[in-house]
């Protein structure tokens, strides 16, 4: 499960214990070789209503175990996916295009979710001025939301005008690896509620930034309410020069060039498994 256990945690009520519990689920449910297609707004603004933040979401995978979604095709959707209540879900070779709307792909109360080989080119208005932007991507690109963990975020590409989604309520254990796009803050997402927006161990391996001018990126703003994370582990951030401040990361290491190994999650599965499955490397 990821996380340790203390079986005498009565937080709730006097008495009670950790127990195991049947958990009704599908298994074995697979998604593929389809493209799904909306009709997002041509000026797409962030929460500017419902049909800029969910008019079109095509796609939901709920309450499946050892299920998948590849080889499927976003256009001008609002939400592509969400992958909520499940665990052991695979999805991978994805491409989001047309018109950018709200956010990709996220595992979202949900275990052991890997996302992986997705590439958004969507397009449309910059955040900040609205200037038409070529590869801008979804607001929110691929991520994590709500208490999951053990997430992997594994050589995706987003766009321009976007940054990896932790949408607050808990999630953790969370590697981003070998991914590259924009490193815009604030795209996170998260009630001021719910905040921090990433809890423990979070993991940002080699990850290439597209975002010119990137001084002094916090991980906690004590001003403002909305961007909270718990101090990340990052390892080989590159591509456009960012500077963080490390009083508030676990370790800031080779900061400018990348490092080996290229992929921190092949090289564990290559460790565990000794070798590294041909289905991944045939996606690189």
Not at 13 to 36: A, Q
Not at 55 to 74: D, E, H, I
Not at 203 to 211: D, E, G, H, P, V
Request: charged share 20%; hydrophobic share 35%.
């Amino acid at each position: 499960i990821h996380h340790e256990v203390d079986i005498s945690y009565t937080a709730f009520t006097s008495g009670y214990n950790w127990i195991i519990m049947d958990y009704p689920h599908y298994e074995n449910v697979g998604v593929e070789d389809l493209t799904f297609k909306g009709n997002a707004k041509d000026d797409f603004k962030h929460h500017g209503n419902w049909q800029d933040d969910g008019a079109y979401k095509p796609l939901g995978l709920t309450r499946v175990v050892n299920s998948w979604l590849r080889r499927v095709r976003f256009t001008s959707v609002s939400e592509a996916c969400s992958v909520t209540n499940s665990s052991n879900v695979s999805v991978y070779d994805i491409i989001f295009d047309g018109k950018r709307g709200h956010s990709s792909i996220r595992s979202q109360f949900s275990t052991k979710v890997f996302i992986g080989a997705t590439k958004d080119i969507s397009s449309g208005p910059a955040v900040s001025n609205g200037a038409y932007i070529e590869g801008a991507g979804q607001y929110h690109a691929v991520g994590v939301s709500k208490p999951s963990i053990g997430t992997v975020l594994w050589r995706n590409t987003w766009g321009s005008d976007s940054c990896f989604e932790s949408h607050a309520t808990q999630p953790r254990a969370t590697l981003i690896d070998c991914c590259k796009g924009g490193w815009m803050r604030l795209r996170q997402g998260g009630d001021a509620l719910q905040v921090p927006n990433h809890l423990a161990d979070l993991t940002i391996w080699n990850f290439c930034s597209i975002t010119p001018g990137n001084r002094d990126f916090y991980w906690w703003d004590h001003s403002w309410k909305y961007w909270k994370f718990l101090p990340p582990v990052v390892v080989g951030f590159h591509g456009e020069p960012t500077t963080f401040d490390e009083s508030q990361m676990k370790v800031n290491f080779s900061n400018g060039t990348p490092v080996t190994p290229e992929s921190l999650y092949e090289a564990q599965l290559n460790k565990r498994l000794g070798y590294v499955p041909g289905w991944l490397l045939s996606l690189k």
